[in-house]
């Protein structure tokens, strides 16, 4: 599943870029670490914006990981 986004949907910046490697997000102050991730970042805010798979893949991640917590 594609993502077409052309601007940040929170600031409305269009220095909004799809990136691919590496993504860092945190979940209660822990890092989880999705090694071949693709996403959007804002140049601006910072905001993040993950593909539907990504998040997929963090979601699992949490829960195998964080489950207790959870
Ligand atoms: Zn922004």
């Known amino acids: 599943m594609e993502l077409k986004i052309k601007t940040c ?3 409305d910046s269009k220095n909004f870029r799809r990136k691919t490697g590496a993504l860092t ?3 209660r ?3 989880i670490r999705v090694p071949r ?3 959007w970042e804002c ?3 910072g905001e ?3 593909s539907l ?3 997929h893949k963090i979601t ?3 829960r195998r990981h964080f489950s207790k917590a959870a």
């Open 53 to 55: 798979d990504d998040m």
């Open 48 to 50: 993040q914006v993950y």
């Open 25 to 27: 997000h945190y979940h």
């Open 29 to 31: 102050r822990r890092e």
């Open 60 to 62: 699992e991640y949490v």
């Open 37 to 39: 991730a693709t996403y």
């Open 43 to 45: 140049g601006d805010c």
């Open 9 to 11: 949907p929170t600031c």
